[in-house]
């Protein structure tokens, strides 16, 4: 496992990747073991960077998060969300073919290893408001204003 640390306006961000390069996790905070950077840590390192600068919408990473077939599916739909867009639980649930599982949708997006590059910050509850966020509801909030105050940058 590599990591790179990189600081971020919300606090510094781990990206860490396994032996074949796929991002693994990017997390809020220091790593608890840190370990040496790789060119693949690195890279991701430098797409996050981008994204931060807003110079840039979506990744190009090879990702490898750790869970359960109904994780991954769920995740796999969190990078369909376009960047600038929110969508809610249930939303979210009908789309994978699951309607009446927003909670497990929700409790999947709780455990997203790869915060910002799998979006699980675009969901939001059904009226709109902004509900649970692994990395906290201000960090929530700012990647949402960032993304939506970007898209005049950007677009």
């Excluded at 709109?128 to 204003?145: E, I, P, Q, V």
Aim: glycine residues 10%.
């Amino acid at each position: 496992m590599n990591t790179s640390t990189i600081d971020s306006p919300v606090g510094p961000v781990s990206i860490s990747v396994n032996t074949e390069g796929a991002v693994t996790s990017v997390l809020f905070g220091e790593p608890d073991v840190p370990a040496p950077p790789s060119e693949a840590s690195e890279a991701a390192a430098d797409q996050l960077r981008e994204y931060f600068a807003c110079e840039r919408t979506t990744f190009d990473l090879t990702l490898a998060p750790t869970g359960t077939a109904f994780q991954r599916t769920v995740w796999a739909a969190l990078r369909e969300i376009p960047y600038g867009r929110t969508e809610s639980y249930g939303a979210l649930a009908a789309r994978i073919g699951q309607p009446t599982a927003s909670r497990a949708v929700g409790l999947a997006n709780g455990r997203n290893p790869i915060a910002i590059v799998v979006p699980c910050h675009r969901v939001i509850g059904a009226s709109g408001t902004l509900t649970g966020y692994a990395g906290g509801l201000d960090r929530k909030r700012w990647l949402l204003d960032h993304e939506r105050d970007a898209q005049d940058v950007l677009l």
